[in-house]
């Protein structure tokens, strides 16, 4: 059953790989199943990245849902027309939108998670940075004010 669906997700015609040996229906399950968890990151880092930025959970899974449904089309889509060919150029310039779909998915899901694993370390520079402001605006404010105090007295 979980095998189908891999298959299913692959793009593979079920039909025909019911005839072939079970190497190969193994080989479309596992292509089938790097399509899915691809989606599923996606979903996770999207979802993740918008919650930070709208801090809705309905919103950020919505959309999150949206955009790993998209990445999954996409990346089905590329990976079931790729065909074999003779030579690897023409095999490298057909597995080329895979490839920049793979850069783009990766970029796109290891943000959000690099932005919560080292969330701690980001919170701190910002409060570092935060306070030099602060220093930065009272000195500025008590530079600007000081002459007026010191001219009444």
Do not use: H
């Amino acid at each position: 059953m979980i095998q189908r669906f891999f298959i299913l997700c692959s793009g593979a015609d079920a039909s025909i790989l019911e005839t072939c040996s079970p190497g190969e229906r193994n080989k479309y399950a596992g292509i089938g199943a790097t399509v899915f968890f691809t989606a599923v990151m996606a979903f996770i880092a999207a979802s993740y990245a918008l919650y930070t930025v709208f801090d809705s959970i309905f919103t950020s899974v919505i959309f999150g849902l949206i955009w790993g449904l998209l990445i999954f089309n996409l990346d089905r889509f590329i990976v079931s027309t790729i065909k074999k060919r003779n030579s690897f150029k023409a095999e490298f310039v057909q597995a080329t939108p895979r490839i920049i779909l793979a850069v783009i998915i990766a970029v796109v899901i290891s943000k959000p998670l690099e932005m919560k694993i080292f969330e701690k370390e980001i919170n701190q520079v910002l409060l570092e940075q935060k306070n030099e402001l602060t220093l930065a605006n009272k000195e500025q404010i008590a530079q600007q004010y000081t002459p007026v105090v010191e001219g009444l007295n």
